[in-house]
């Protein structure tokens, strides 16, 4: 072969050559960029998920004083009257969590927390939650519908049991003392003595309760028919 011609193969093959590094790196630069921004994601998402977490144990993280129990109790059935007078069950509340409340007239602490009871009922009640303030006045009805007219409360149902039957069916030490309860009428906590249901960290926990205590099949079930 001939000098001439074995220039040209040189230069041919070295033009090939830089053509073929120069499609590789032309290739490898979105890959490499693109796996710099996956490895990115992922480092920010690791980064993110403790907090995540954290946040979302906060939300349902008991207040100082409310224990909660590994399991939940069952409860025994207690009757008490409404504001009409109407004798009802707690199983009538199945379906739904309820925050029950023990109290009475004659209760300082009692009379101080139950304008926040108000302010949570008018935050969460409804379908998938209810405050039960449920009184134990012997003095019964009378005396409840005065308290709740000298404190302007509207938004929270009157529940009196003038017997003290309930406080004793529930094992209540003292007033006040507070149940968390679940759709299928289980204690899942309780509270002795006062607190600020409407403070922030309060309904953040209450919230939470009611998001995780989801209706079951058979509770949904009962609750159509």
């Given at each position: 072969?001939?000098?001439?011609?074995?220039?040209?193969?040189?230069?041919?093959?070295?033009?090939?050559a830089?053509?073929?590094?120069?499609?590789?790196?032309?290739?490898?630069?979105?890959?490499?960029?693109?796996?710099?921004?996956?490895?990115?994601?992922?480092?920010?998402?690791?980064r993110?998920?403790?907090?995540?977490?954290?946040?979302?144990?906060?939300?349902?993280?008991?207040?100082?004083?409310?224990?909660?129990?590994?399991?939940?109790?069952?409860?025994?059935?207690?009757?008490?009257?409404?504001?009409?007078?109407?004798?009802?069950?707690?199983a009538?509340?199945?379906?739904r969590?309820?925050?029950?409340?023990?109290?009475?007239?004659?209760?300082?602490?009692?009379?101080?927390?139950?304008?926040?009871l108000?302010?949570?009922?008018?935050?969460?009640?409804?379908?998938?939650?209810?405050?039960?303030?449920?009184?134990?006045?012997r003095?019964?009805?009378?005396?409840?519908?005065?308290?709740?007219?000298?404190?302007?409360?509207?938004?929270?149902?009157?529940?009196?049991d003038?017997?003290?039957?309930?406080?004793?069916?529930?094992?209540?030490?003292?007033?006040?003392?507070?149940?968390?309860?679940?759709?299928?009428?289980n204690?899942?906590?309780?509270?002795?003595g006062?607190?600020?249901?409407?403070?922030?960290?309060?309904?953040?926990?209450?919230?939470?309760?009611?998001?995780?205590?989801?209706?079951?099949?058979?509770?949904?079930?009962?609750?159509?028919?």
């Open positions: 072969m001939s000098d001439t011609r074995r220039g040209s193969f040189a230069s041919k093959a070295a033009a090939t830089s053509g073929t590094i120069a499609r590789s790196r032309a290739f490898a630069l979105p890959a490499l960029t693109f796996l710099a921004l996956a490895l990115g994601l992922a480092w920010a998402l690791t993110a998920s403790p907090d995540a977490s954290s946040e979302a144990t906060a939300a349902v993280a008991p207040p100082p004083g409310f224990s909660i129990h590994e399991r939940s109790r069952p409860l025994p059935e207690i009757r008490f009257e409404n504001g009409e007078g109407e004798t009802i069950t707690l009538q509340f199945r379906g969590v309820v925050l029950l409340n023990l109290w009475a007239t004659w209760c300082a602490p009692c009379r101080r927390e139950m304008p926040t108000e302010r949570l009922q008018a935050a969460l009640g409804g379908a998938d939650f209810e405050v039960l303030a449920l009184s134990i006045d003095t019964g009805l009378p005396a409840v519908k005065e308290f709740y007219q000298e404190l302007g409360l509207e938004t929270l149902p009157i529940y009196v003038q017997t003290g039957a309930a406080q004793r069916a529930l094992n209540a030490l003292g007033l006040p003392t507070t149940l968390l309860i679940d759709r299928e009428g204690e899942v906590g309780r509270l002795l006062p607190a600020e249901w409407d403070s922030p960290a309060m309904i953040a926990f209450i919230r939470g309760h009611i998001e995780m205590l989801e209706p079951t099949p058979r509770t949904s079930a009962r609750n159509e028919n």
